[in-house]
């Protein structure tokens, strides 16, 4: 059974950075897609981030502009998230996701992970 565990989160000041981490656990993990999205309260989960299996290609949401970097560590299953710049508007819980391809919409991955609380105060 697929297993992914984020972790990374916390409180940060506005302009602070962190990293998060996904282990990726209960099958091979070659071939997958995996991708970073984040929910607040009261709103629909959010594409943040994602990779495809080798890494060489990745792609992010509209409002990452430049802050946010993917990554992925294939020989100790693990995709990381390092936020850099980060506003109080980027507070939410912060899902990993794994998959067949890169998508956008959170409703085409297969598994989640329990999500990881960062909040930005200013």
């Known amino acids: 059974q697929v297993q992914l565990v984020e972790s990374g989160g916390g409180l940060v000041q506005a302009g602070g950075s962190l990293r998060l981490s996904c282990t990726f656990s209960?099958?091979?993990?070659?071939?997958?897609?995996m991708a970073w999205f984040r929910q607040a309260p009261g709103r629909e989960r959010e594409f943040v981030a994602a990779?495809?299996?080798?890494?060489?290609?990745?792609t992010y949401g509209d409002f990452v502009k430049g802050r946010f970097t993917i990554s992925r560590d294939n020989v100790n299953n693990m995709v990381y998230l390092q936020l850099n710049s980060l506003e109080p508007e980027d507070s939410a819980v912060y899902y990993c996701a794994a998959g067949r391809v890169i998508r956008r919409d959170f409703r085409l991955y297969d598994y989640w992970g329990q999500g990881t609380q960062v909040t930005v105060f200013s």
């Open positions: 990779t495809n299996w080798g890494g060489g290609v990745t």
């Open positions: 209960g099958r091979s993990f070659i071939g997958t897609a």
